[in-house]
C-alpha cells in the first residue's frame, strides 16, 4: 500500500467514526485498524525523511569545496 492510499484509508476511516450509525464494535474495530494504519505511515514518512536527509547530505558534500580543492586554486 503507497503512502497515499493509507491516508486515503485513514480519512475513510475518520469519516465513518463521525457517523452515529455505527455500533460500539465496529467503531472499536475501525479504531484500531486506523491505528495500525498511522503506524504504517509515519513509518513511511521517517524512511522518507531518512532518504531525503541522505540526498541532502551527498548535495551538500557537492556543494562545499575541500580542502584539496582550495590548495589547487
Given amino acids: 500500500m503507497t503512502y497515499e492510499e493509507t491516508i486515503k ?5 475518520v469519516e465513518k467514526l463521525n457517523q452515529d450509525k455505527i455500533g460500539i464494535q465496529e467503531s ?6 486506523g491505528i495500525e494504519l ?3 505511515g509515519l513509518k513511511e514518512l521517517n524512511s522518507f525523511k531518512g532518504k531525503i ?5 551527498d548535495l551538500t558534500a557537492l556543494e562545499t569545496p575541500t ?3 582550495d590548495d589547487e586554486n
Fill in 9 to 13: 484509508k485513514l480519512e475513510e476511516i
Fill in 28 to 33: 472499536l474495530s475501525l479504531y484500531s485498524e
Fill in 38 to 40: 498511522a503506524k504504517i
Fill in 53 to 57: 536527509e541522505l540526498l541532502n547530505k
Fill in 67 to 69: 580542502e584539496t580543492d
